[in-house]
């Protein structure tokens, strides 16, 4: 079967951190860029972060930049979004996409169409 499983979620206070995990089975994640995605209740799901292939190039959206720190082992099949200095406003179901290519679009590696693969989610919640 071709899956990506998120795990790691949970609830963290406001200021603490947390590691999301991307597993993929059924395929490999070294020739896809993977993205991550949010989305929070009556909102629209929204980029959080990206990571080419070949060169590991990353890219962020303004709100995460500086806290949220994107990362893949080939070895493990895995990317991993680390999560600090977490605010209420990052509560949201977090899921991960793998799209064929490389790289990701500079400009567009945001937008949900390019991504062949979507996982479940798991849930963030930033609370005291």
């Known amino acids: 079967q071709v899956q990506l499983v998120e795990s790691g979620g949970g609830l963290v206070q406001p200021g603490g951190s947390v590691r999301l995990s991307c597993t993929a089975s059924?395929?490999?994640?070294?020739?896809?860029?993977i993205g991550w995605f949010r989305q929070a209740p009556g909102k629209e799901r929204e980029g959080v972060s990206c990571?080419?292939?070949?060169?590991?190039?990353?890219y962020y959206e303004d709100p995460v930049k500086g806290r949220f720190t994107i990362s893949r082992d080939n070895a493990k099949n895995t990317v991993y979004l680390q999560m600090n200095s977490l605010k209420p406003e990052d509560t949201a179901v977090y899921s991960c996409?793998?799209?064929?290519?490389?790289?990701?679009?500079?400009?567009?590696?945001?937008?949900?169409?390019?991504?062949?693969?979507w996982g479940r989610g798991t849930q963030v919640t930033v609370s005291s």
């Open positions: 996409a793998a799209s064929s290519g490389y790289y990701c679009s500079e400009y567009g590696w945001w937008a949900l169409s390019d991504y062949d693969y």
């Open positions: 059924g395929f490999t994640l070294d020739y896809h860029h």
């Open positions: 990571i080419s292939s070949s060169d590991g190039s990353t």
